[in-house]
């Protein structure tokens, strides 16, 4: 499950000696083999991605030439949830942030309405540079680790934050790389507005509790939760699915979401 699981199993492909455990030099490796060919040029060449977030920092508002809220999504994947949203929600800015770049094409492709499914890998450099109408004027993307995500929002700037099917990092001695965990929580909270709302969905179970017990230890508010989403009528209102959710739901998997509000709200 989540990219532990397929990290391992491309390496056993590659390699044919799966250990079961991956080092940093393996997991450097399966980076590269992720790198589907042309991947960072294409994003360089494109209007929905922004190449220096840290220029924009303070000036989000400028970059969307509006003063809409501004939601954000961490470990986007391939945007069709992000993009759902900000086809319903015009009035609010959208920045997905993805770390590894031959995903973020695939965001970025559909942004552009060419959604070139699983099996094709040729990227096309974009044809909107220097566009000034993009078919989602509400949305940009960042290539990035949400670890710097300090230096692309100043305090207070992001309205909402949105994990979906965050990497569940199951060893015990990674528990501060789970993006819900209370290392993460705390640079949520520096860039969040008061007030501001974070929304998480997962089909782990153990990541969900252990996130429960972050948002407790961290002195959020913890403003809704359900260990079953598609069958709790109210937190399943509106719902758009991620690309994971419709894997994971599909199986018949449950699905859980918690909603926490920053604590200088309390
Ligand atoms: C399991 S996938 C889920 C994708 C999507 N959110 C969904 O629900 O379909 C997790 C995604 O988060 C990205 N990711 C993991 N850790 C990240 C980090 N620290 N910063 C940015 N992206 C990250 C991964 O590259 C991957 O694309």
Request: hydrophobic share 35%; charged share 30%.
């Amino acid at each position: 499950m989540g990219n532990v699981a397929s990290y391992e199993k491309k390496i056993a492909e590659k390699t044919g000696d799966y250990t079961g455990k991956i080092t940093e030099n393996e997991r450097k490796m399966v980076m590269r083999l992720r790198n589907v060919k042309g991947a960072r040029e294409a994003l360089e060449e494109n209007s929905y991605v922004i190449e220096a977030p840290e220029a924009c920092r303070g000036k989000w508002r400028e970059v969307f030439g509006n003063e809409n809220p501004l939601y954000i999504e961490i470990g986007m994947g391939k945007g069709q949830f992000l993009l759902e949203l900000a086809k319903r929600h015009p009035q609010i800015n959208y920045i997905g942030i993805e770390m590894y770049a031959s995903v973020l094409v695939r965001a970025v492709q559909k942004a552009e309405g060419a959604d070139p499914g699983e099996g094709v890998r040729a990227i096309v450099p974009s044809e909107h540079k220097n566009r000034q109408e993009l078919l989602f004027p509400n949305v940009r993307f960042l290539n990035m680790q949400a670890e710097y995500l300090e230096n692309a929002f100043q305090p207070g700037e992001v309205d909402r934050i949105y994990l979906n099917f965050s990497d569940p990092w199951p060893k015990a001695r990674h528990w501060k790389r789970r993006l819900t965990s209370t290392v993460f929580l705390g640079r949520y909270e520096k860039i969040l507005k008061e007030g501001g709302i974070l929304e998480f969905k997962t089909d782990n179970r153990d990541l969900f509790e252990f996130s429960l017990d972050s948002v407790k230890e961290a002195g959020w508010k913890l403003a809704a939760s359900t260990f079953d989403l598609h069958h709790d009528p109210a937190l399943c209102e509106g719902n758009v699915m991620t690309e994971y959710e419709q894997k994971f739901s599909s199986r018949g998997q449950a699905i859980c979401k918690l909603v926490a509000q920053n604590s200088r709200a309390c």
